[in-house]
């Protein structure tokens, strides 16, 4: 059977009575929470009676203070046990992204910032360090450039000096 098309009067109609069974729901539940919230203050916190001599005060301030290291330590526990489960979700987290061998490297985004600038970005504003990293550089004489040049330009004076038996005879004077 091939499906029939709802008209659209009809489905504006059943769309507008969900709306309206939802909204009362969310009245009931609304009126629900407020009972429970009455009944649980009822429970747990009596209406303050104004003592009339100063030992009843004290008392009274001795009764709330132990209520209030009751409360501070149930929620000293809780805010433990919170911490304690956040860390062990955690773990489990990668442990599961270890598992699946899969991993995403976030993509850097290239800057340019020069050393002076990096170091003050990591040690803080109140840290100014000025780094010269060209004044460790091994200086280079270039007078040693120089003689080199020399060395190699007088070639041809060195062939003309060696050349026949007189330069050999030099040659070998010059080793000894």
Excluded at 45 to 56: F, H, L
Excluded at 84 to 103: P, Y
Excluded at 113 to 126: E, T
Aim: aromatic letters at 4%; hydrophobic letters at 35%; glycine letters at 4%.
């Amino acid at each position: 059977m091939a499906e029939k098309k709802m008209s659209l009067s009809r489905r504006n109609h059943l769309k507008s009575l969900l709306l309206q069974i939802g909204k009362s729901m969310i009245e009931e539940e609304a009126r629900q929470a407020e009972k429970e919230k009455m009944k649980y203050m009822e429970e747990h916190c009596p209406t303050p009676t104004v003592p009339t001599c100063m030992q009843e005060l004290q008392d009274l301030c001795r009764k709330l203070h132990k209520q209030i290291d009751l409360v501070d330590e149930e929620r000293y526990d809780m805010e433990f046990k919170l911490t304690k489960s956040n860390k062990e979700i955690g773990d489990l987290k990668i442990k599961v992204q270890d598992l699946k061998g899969k991993f995403k490297k976030p993509v850097l985004k290239r800057v340019r910032m020069s050393a002076d600038a990096m170091l003050a970005a990591l040690l803080g504003s109140k840290h100014k360090v000025s780094l010269d990293l060209r004044a460790n550089l091994k200086q280079v004489k270039k007078e040693v450039k120089d003689e080199v040049r020399e060395q190699t330009s007088d070639w041809r004076k060195n062939v003309e000096d060696k050349s026949g038996m007189d330069g050999r005879k030099k040659m070998f004077e010059a080793e000894a």
